[in-house]
Nanobody, 115 residues
Framework: QVQLVESGGGLVPPGGSLTLSCVASGSTFGIRAMGWHRQAPGKQRESVARMFNRDPPVYADSVRGRFTISRDNDEHTVYLQMNALKPEDTAVYYC?????????WGQGTQVTVSS
């Protein structure tokens, strides 16, 4: 059993910054990838950033250059640093861990970009 807990969401004005965190606990042996997805109202869920064990991170075109995914050395915590936020970044953000081929999802954290 794996549990993912996200934190760091909130309300931020356009141009502001937020850092999301996601901590994995439980049976975390065999992590292959970590990532962040988001879902805005009325839209499909989309991948924002993904980090693999050996390859460079992959970003959605809409966030490249503004968002940065990173992790702790223990590899049980993943972060999403979000800069220059735009109203269109408003969404529920979910972290994911791929552990031995199975994708686990967090419950989500709301990010609202508004003045």
């Amino acid at each position: 059993q794996v549990q993912l807990v996200e934190s760091g969401g909130g309300l931020v004005p356009p141009g502001g910054s937020l850092t999301l965190s996601c901590v994995a606990s439980g049976s975390t042996f065999g992590i292959r990838a970590m990532g962040w997805h988001r879902q805005a109202p009325g839209k499909q869920r989309e991948s924002v950033a993904r980090m693999f064990n050996r390859d460079p991170p992959v970003y959605a075109d809409s966030v490249r250059g503004r968002f940065t995914i990173s992790r702790d050395n223990d590899e049980h915590t993943v972060y999403l640093q979000m800069n220059a936020l735009k109203p269109e970044d408003t969404a529920v953000y979910y972290c994911t861990f791929n552990i031995q081929g199975y994708e686990y999802w967090g419950q989500g954290t709301q990010v609202t970009v508004s003045s």
